[in-house]
């Protein structure tokens, strides 16, 4: 066994550990959070730690390590945690870390009618007699098919045909829960108990009448982050909204890591879905601590998310996902009892699992293309959700495309080498026009680049020709602007690589320097290049021009927070489009909790989930050719 000693923030841990392992895993393994979008792979460079110790020679940095780190942070003590086997005793210090995520909940706003998949009715019972000593499970069923013992209007649980009454939601005699409950239900108040149903299921049986209490979650999964919303499903009030970072992130920043940890390591499953969970439950507690109710009142909780993530959650195996030709496990909608998932609501609480397209297309693009309303309309409407991939559908009432294009998890800040998530700290804009302006999240020291500031700084390079059309950063560039003159000391070498430097290293919170290098300039020529030649095949798919596309929704964090013009500028967006764009927020979470609040809504996800077409840009012969034109940027 050795010893580590770590240091983090303003605490310290010591931790024992067998050798035979990374350092990246012993600290995962003990609770302790590094940054590590490739999942220990040796590609990304984020898993940074500063060796301060060790009772014998370590392994030497590899060629891959010292590209990714570069010589002056090896000397100064760095090397990436995924390569240094622990064989002996060390004091390490992790980087500065802030998780305080700026995470978008907000969606489009408008009215819905409250008419939820779950509901209560409150029932009188008939009373028990020596006389006639009937079973509570009979009496139950009789007052079910009884109007006249309905004490509250009845949400489904009886449906009136030929005069005769049907009970909708009997109770299942072999759910032994339930009879369990019975004995003490019906006793409580009076024979006075409230009937929850839910999916034509009797759900639970409760004393006393409790229909005022009737709460439901909405949880939008993304790779990154997680979004949740309280609902009251009587009212159809939004009471709490709150959101978190992925606790899945520590396996990889995008699906392919987190389906490759999956199924290398026997836990990996296991370990994803534990995740997961965690982040859900944590995200309905803090719903429920903001509105002062238990989390025993929320009875069902309905599920948006890529497919990828409903596998995880589900603890299915992912691993065909990854592979052509992309088949998945399911696709339909899921519901299921909560707790079996481990979900922290209702003991007798549904999870609500919503449909999918494909492999790439989730339940989230569904919910997006749900609450837009671009399946009812007759305009055509382009959707854009980007972020680790970038899914797009095309459409109108008539027809509904759809497409995912690999963009890689630039826009997120991974594969960046000063990229971050959108926290604390994280560059968001940047300005050159008048000299060199940068705005960070919360206003604080600068610790790195989120998406939405590296796609500003490429486009301010671009407009003030430091990067050329090809993509390429002019070393040499000078300006007769005086204002912009002074921006060519900013043209350096880090790491050996033609780079544009935004912060000296004593400017930095993390002690190191930010910088846009001409790697993650090649970096984001890809990730753009894929988004724009996905929207060219859904228009070409279509048959259209797009001149007929009346209005581009960009959906996500990444969308709501991203300088409009400065999408345009790189071509992430095509300029055709310019005029017509309105971003509408998380739109996948605003659609799961209108399936929440409306059947109808939950119903026409499903109906959507199959009108919409894939298209497997892969399998097209042009996408190579249009992505190597949607490489350069305009001139």
């Not at 390569?83 to 998780?99: F, H, K, T, W, Y």
């Not at 209702?346 to 449909?355: F, R, T, V, W």
Request: net charge negative; charged share 20%.
């Amino acid at each position: 066994m050795f010893q580590i000693k770590v240091y983090s923030d303003d605490k310290t841990a010591l931790i024992q550990v067998p050798d035979n392992n990374s350092l990246l895993y012993h600290l995962r393994s003990n609770g302790l959070q590094v940054d590590s979008p490739c999942n220990g792979n040796g590609t990304c460079g984020k898993c940074r730690v500063k060796i301060l110790s060790h009772s014998r020679p370590l392994k030497q940095p590899g060629p891959r390590e010292s590209e990714l780190l570069g010589g002056d942070a090896l000397s100064e003590g760095y090397r990436l945690a995924c390569g240094i086997p622990v064989s002996c005793d060390m004091e390490v210090s992790l980087d500065a870390r802030n998780d305080s995520a700026k995470i978008v909940t907000e969606g489009i706003s408008k009215d819905i009618d409250s008419d939820p998949p779950v509901s209560k009715v409150c029932l009188k019972l008939e009373e028990s007699r020596l006389s006639h000593q009937r079973d509570d499970l009979s009496r139950l069923i009789d007052s079910i098919k009884n109007p006249d013992c309905h004490t509250t209007q009845h949400y489904g649980i009886c449906a009136q045909k030929s005069g005769e009454l049907y009970g909708e939601a009997m109770p299942d005699d072999s759910d032994l829960s339930l009879l369990r409950s019975l004995p003490s239900a019906l006793r409580q108040e009076g024979s006075c108990v409230t009937l929850v149903t839910g999916c034509s299921k009797l759900l639970s049986v409760e004393a006393g009448d409790t229909t005022a209490e009737l709460y439901g979650a909405a949880v939008d999964i993304g790779t990154t982050t997680l979004a949740c919303y309280l609902l009251d499903l009587n009212t159809g009030k939004r009471l709490s909204v709150s959101s978190l970072l992925n606790p899945q992130k520590i396996y990889g920043a995008d699906v392919i890591s987190r389906i490759k940890h999956a199924m290398d390591s026997p836990e990996g499953l296991e370990q994803l879905q534990a995740q997961v969970v965690k982040g859900v439950n944590a995200g309905i507690s803090a719903l429920c601590a903001q509105a002062g109710i238990s989390t025993a009142g929320i009875y069902a909780v309905t599920l948006a998310g890529n497919t990828t993530m409903l596998h995880l959650l589900t603890g299915v195996d992912p691993r065909n996902i990854a592979a052509a030709p992309f088949i998945p496990a399911f696709t339909r909608s899921i519901n299921v009892k909560a707790a079996e998932l481990g979900i922290s609501i209702n003991p007798s609480g549904l999870a609500l699992i919503l449909p999918s397209v494909s492999a790439y297309i989730g339940a989230d693009t569904v919910a997006a293309v749900l609450s837009t309303g671009m399946y009812r309309q007759e305009s055509i409407a382009l959707l854009i959700d980007i972020g680790t991939n970038g899914e797009m559908v095309l459409g109108s009432k008539d027809f509904l495309y759809a497409c995912s294009s690999a963009a890689g998890p630039a826009f997120e800040g991974a594969n960046i080498r000063n990229g971050m998530g959108s926290i604390t700290g994280a560059i968001s804009s940047v300005s050159l026009t008048q000299g060199f302006r940068c705005t960070t999240i919360g206003n604080s020291r600068p610790m790195g680049i989120c998406g939405t500031g590296v796609v500003d700084i490429l486009a301010q390079l671009l407009e003030a020709g430091i990067v050329d059309e090809t993509g390429r950063l002019d070393t040499l560039w000078k300006s007769e602007n005086q204002a912009l003159a002074a921006l060519s000391r900013r043209i350096v070498q880090v790491d050996g690589i033609n780079a544009f430097r935004l912060y000296e290293q004593e400017e930095t919170l993390t002690g190191r320097d930010i910088a846009l290098t001409q790697k993650d300039i090649r970096e984001l020529q890809n990730a753009k290049a894929a988004i724009a030649a996905g929207i060219n095949i859904l228009v070409k798919e279509a048959g259209i021009s797009f001149d007929k596309i009346e209005t581009v929704y960009l959906a996500g964090g990444f969308g709501s927070y991203i300088n409009i013009d400065s999408a345009l500028k790189i071509g992430l967006i095509p300029g055709a489009l310019k005029g017509r764009i309105i971003t509408v927020g998380n739109a996948a979470g605003q659609g799961a909790a209108e399936s929440l609040l409306n059947r109808n809504s939950l119903n026409a996800a499903y109906e959507l989930s199959r009108k919409i077409t894939y298209v497997e840009l892969s399998a097209r012969s042009d996408f190579n050719q249009l992505f190597v034109d949607c490489m350069l940027f305009e001139e």
